[in-house]
């Protein structure tokens, strides 16, 4: 039987845990703040912030929310930035991506304090990620280590496949996997072969952004598949970058989309929000 990589419960898990924690904090006299900064108001922007402050909330933290309009400067953004960077009583900064094209991401990211960088995006924390030192770990690829050690996946020494290569999941992805000492190739679109180079995976991670495109030719007979994709197709369902129906027959273990991976990226930014005020 096919077993059922299930991101819902193991993030509601991971959520309870940190509440818990939180509230010991809270006894100590330590709060956390997470300034959350949004620019315009672009939909699916929408969702992942609400669904970040509700996070914060169930959890103990507390959340400032900054909206500046969309035609707001690149400016007045860094300015805003730097002074959460100097405000002692916030501990996090999350600016909510993408950002509307007349601001560079690249600054935004370069100007938030490594130390209150709870996305992970800052080159301090990809340089540490990648040098082994601690640092804060970009929430998607933290959440799928999370995942296959909570389902009793086992990593070390296993051949690791990620498809993809993006700054946010990929690249992160590879370290991660790394650290936990499996054997990771990374694929990217100039990959040759991708078929056979998939198929040589026990854990076969796909961050490819395109819908179901990883079928059952690609997976070996008892691969662990973690599917990051999420797509909206035209009858407003949401896919993966995986054929679910088909894969499932040939893994050993499957994320669905949705109740994979998603949830996972949100509790590790809790979690990345309580490492700020641990020791
Ligand atoms: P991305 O920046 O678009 O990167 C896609 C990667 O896939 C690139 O490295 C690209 O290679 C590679 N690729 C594209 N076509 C390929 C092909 N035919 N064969 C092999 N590799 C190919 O995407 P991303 O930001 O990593 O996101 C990937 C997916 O995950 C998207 O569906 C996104 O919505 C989703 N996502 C989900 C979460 C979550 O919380 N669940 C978080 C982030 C992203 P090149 O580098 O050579 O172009």
């Given amino acids: 039987m096919t077993q059922m990589i299930d991101g819902k419960a193991i993030s509601a898990k991971i959520k309870e845990e940190l509440k818990a924690e939180v509230g010991q904090k809270k006894e100590e006299g330590k709060e956390i703040c997470l300034a959350v900064v949004q620019v315009g108001n672009d939909a699916a922007s929408c969702v992942y912030v609400n669904n970040k402050k509700k996070a914060c909330a169930f959890v103990g933290i507390k959340s400032l929310a900054y909206e500046l309009e969309e035609t707001v400067s690149e400016e007045e953004l860094l300015l805003l930035i730097e002074k959460l960077n100097q405000d002692e009583k916030v501990n996090g900064i999350l600016v909510q991506l993408p950002l509307p094209e007349h601001i560079s991401e690249e600054r935004v990211i370069n100007a938030i304090s490594p130390s209150k960088d709870v996305d992970g995006f800052h080159p301090v924390n990809v340089g540490n990620l990648c040098i082994g030192r601690k ?4 929430c998607t690829p933290a ?15 296993k051949e690791c496949v990620v498809i993809g290569r993006s700054n946010i999941v990929g690249k992160p992805m590879q370290m991660l996997l790394l650290r936990e000492n499996g054997t990771v190739t990374i694929a990217h679109s100039r990959t040759k072969n991708l078929k056979e180079v998939a198929k040589r995976a026990d854990i076969l991670v796909v961050a490819v952004g395109k819908p179901k495109f990883i079928t059952a030719d690609f997976v070996k007979e008892g691969a662990v598949v973690i599917d990051v994709g999420i797509h909206r197709n035209n009858e407003n369902k949401l896919c993966g970058d995986v054929d679910f129906d088909s894969v499932k027959e040939k893994a050993s273990a499957i994320t669905p989309v949705p109740g994979g991976v998603g949830p996972m990226t949100i509790a590790m930014l809790m979690n990345n929000c309580v490492e700020t005020i641990r020791n």
Avoid: D, H, M, T
């Fill in 135 to 138: 640092g804060f770990l970009p």
């Fill in 143 to 157: 959440g799928i280590i999370q995942l296959l050690k909570r389902s009793g996946v086992e990593i070390e020494g």
